[in-house]
C-alpha cells in the first residue's frame, strides 16, 4: 500500500471527522503527508481544510467529505 492510498483509506474511514495534521503525518509520512493529502484528493476525494491557532501553533486539520448523490427527476417521483 501506498502512503497516498494509506491517507485517502483513512479519510474514507473517518467521513465528517476532523484530523489533525500531525496524526496525518504519521499515516502519509512524516515529510510528505501534505503532498499525500493532495494525491488524495486527484482521486476525487473532496478533503476540506482548515487551520486555527492555539497559542503559538497553528493546528491545520482535514475533513473528508462524502459526496452526495442527488436524484433524478425520474427517481424522485412526483
Not at 35 to 45: C, K, L, N, P, Y
Amino acid at each position: 500500500m501506498t502512503y497516498r492510498d494509506a491517507v485517502a483509506e483513512y479519510f474514507a474511514d473517518r467521513p465528517g471527522q476532523w484530523i489533525d495534521g500531525m496524526v496525518l503525518s504519521q499515516v502519509g509520512g512524516c515529510y510528505a503527508w501534505r503532498s499525500r493529502v493532495s494525491d488524495a484528493r486527484q482521486t476525487g476525494m473532496t478533503i476540506l481544510n482548515r487551520q486555527r491557532k492555539v497559542g503559538r501553533r497553528t493546528v491545520s486539520e482535514y475533513c473528508y467529505v462524502v459526496p452526495t448523490v442527488q436524484p433524478t427527476l425520474w427517481e424522485a417521483g412526483p
